[in-house]
DNA sequence: TAGTGGTCTAGACCACTCG
DNA sequence: GAGTGGTCTAGACCACTAA
């Protein structure tokens, strides 16, 4: 960082495959927050300060810490500066990924069957879910997937019609029914709840477990704008589909 | 965006309150691929051609497309071009919050009881875990979490004295065990898996529920550097504490 | 009013990919 | 070589916050 550009005449601010600017300036902001030198809440200099110490152009210095308060490491606000922020509890994400990937992922042969393929009348619960009128007309699927034949998730899934007419049309064992609804419709926001049951009967004989085999039930609704385009309950035994993720810790 | 400024003379490009250009670039290549105009792998403009197309500068044009890029909606390639990113499946990312938070967001009364608390030797499976050798010495907490005296969470953790010397002279609860290593090393990276399981009968005395009652099963290690600083089980009957979460879907 | 971050511009050099 | 994205600069105007 130490060639300091007269203004006329411009020295080369990089060498050939040296990393960005204004990624050293995040490196050295992250280092002095890691060696200890800036705690959280300390208030790190601002942008014509290090403009001035670094001898860096402010955009540079602005896009350094623009992208760290994006990242959740420094705060900013307008008037008054920018500062460490307070260190997050090492709270994680966990990612939901859609069957078919992790299994061919896997390199395993993936295969689905349909149980339950018709529309019905929405029931109070079903109305509730998708926020619609009750006894309105609603798209039921019941989907077995399958990792090499054996049955590792069962789907069951309320589709709003009004937002996916074309929904039968689909052959729906080949793709995925969120994959279709993404690509149909313009899905923008997901709700996901997770929780361990025991099956029900009816469930638990699809999946081929017993009743007393703990289950993963992820319910997920998936909207398109402020209407609810469908609600899925997805019914993983123990074991078979595992739901996990490694990923990096903010600070 | 219409406003396009002649060279020197500058016209105001944002009246007050109006939503930055930047953003409003987005937006609209946005609003391109929802509608359709543009699917997943078209070409979108080039920054020189949407710097024409729009009278704006490249900076703004580069910097919408940028972020585009890290949001996931685009991809980028040098030389090459920009292009729109292929559909996500509508996976999902949930978050697992640090059990205080969770109550006392909700407004409730946090409490935990030790009921282990003691330095031991890695048995194989220990070892394993923390990536360390047989036997050798680890911290042992076995804590229960406690939402208006509820027990909510039964936390069962080794931690690798190594890196967390100071592990025990921590009041661990009045604090929780992963805020404390948080704050006090340097936690870079987590792992999670999430499972359903029935507790064993130890397990379910402590937390108060039948055997028959399934649980949620959260393993949870972190990472200082490449050692791994400490692993957890989580345990969650059902319905007591929700992993839960709504997001945005990029694309 | 002075200082802060938020945004925007016009122009520049570079590394990369393709024909 | 022409076109692409990647980066950087110097200077500018703005909205916001504080003393």
Redesign the interface.
């Known amino acids: 960082m130490g060639s300091r550009p007269t203004s006329a005449a411009r020295t080369p601010n990089r060498l050939s495959g040296t990393t960005p600017l204004y990624s050293a300036v995040k490196q050295m902001i992250l280092d002095r927050i890691?060696n200890g030198a800036w705690a959280p809440g300390h208030r790190v200099p601002s942008e014509n300060e290090l403009v001035a110490e670094l001898g860096l152009s402010r955009?540079t210095i602005n896009r350094a810490l623009r992208e760290l308060a994006?990242e959740g490491t420094l705060r900013r606000v307008q008037g008054l500066g920018t500062f460490v922020a307070e260190?997050?509890?090492?709270?994680?994400?966990?990612?939901?990924?859609?069957v078919?990937?992790t299994i061919t992922e896997r390199g395993n042969r993936y295969s689905a069957s349909m149980v339950i393929n018709e529309e019905e009348r929405a029931t109070p619960d079903v109305a509730e879910e998708l926020e619609i009128g009750l006894a309105q007309p609603v798209f039921h699927t019941i989907i077995v997937h399958c990792e090499n034949d054996l049955p590792v998730q069962l789907e069951d899934r309320y589709v709003n019609p009004a937002l996916a007419p074309h929904y039968f049309e689909q052959d729906l064992t080949a793709i995925?029914p969120?994959?279709f609804?993404?690509?149909r419709i313009?899905?923008?926001?997901?709700?996901?709840?997770?929780?361990?049951?025991?099956p029900a009967n009816w469930e638990a004989k699809l999946l081929g477990v017993g009743r007393?085999e703990?289950?993963?039930?992820v319910r997920?609704r998936?909207f398109s704008g402020k209407k609810v385009a469908t609600a899925a309950r997805l019914l993983?035994p123990?074991?078979r589909l595992?739901?996990?993720?490694?990923?990096?810790?903010k600070l």
Chains 1, 2 share one sequence.
Do not use: F, W, Y
Request: net charge negative.
């Open positions: 890691a955009m994006i260190a997050k509890s090492s709270t994680g994400l966990v990612e939901i990924r859609a078919i990937d995925t969120d994959q609804l993404a690509q313009g899905l923008t926001e997901a709700e996901h709840a997770i929780d361990a049951v025991l007393n703990p289950c993963l039930l997920r998936a993983m123990s074991g595992n739901i996990h993720s490694r990923m990096h810790i």
